[in-house]
Nanobody
């Protein structure tokens, strides 16, 4: 079965950087999109970004475009979320997810498209 394990979340000051990791196992992800979502207290889960495992092409939410970058390491079966210029409003639990490949931003940004989820990692940005 698919397992996704996130790591890298911690407390950081505004303007700082963090890199989250998502170690994936249980199957080949060549035909998958890998997504990052986040959920702040009292808010709904929201899309952050997605990466097509085979090509590395990406989608990003407007709120993180230009600050966050997704990448993947095929040898390590790991997806990364590099977060720069962090803001207090980036504070949330960040979740990694895996879903069958889709061909549009709307699909990749829809949490219902993803069938497997990690347990989440907490990111806290202090002002």
């Amino acid at each position: 079965q698919v397992q996704l394990v996130e790591s890298g979340g911690e407390l950081v000051q505004a303007g700082g950087s963090l890199r989250l990791s998502c170690a994936a196992s249980g199957r080949s992800f060549v035909s998958y999109h890998m997504g990052w979502f986040r959920q702040a207290p009292g808010k709904e889960r929201e899309f952050v970004g997605a990466i097509k495992w085979s090509s590395g092409s990406t989608y990003y939410a407007t709120s993180v475009q230009g600050r966050f970058t997704m990448s993947r390491d095929n040898a390590k079966n790991t997806v990364y979320l590099q977060m720069n210029s962090l803001k207090p409003e980036d504070t949330a639990i960040y979740y990694c997810a895996a879903g069958i490949l889709c061909s549009s931003y709307g699909c990749a940004a829809n949490s219902r498209h993803y069938s497997s989820w990690g347990q989440g990692t907490q990111v806290t940005v202090s002002s």
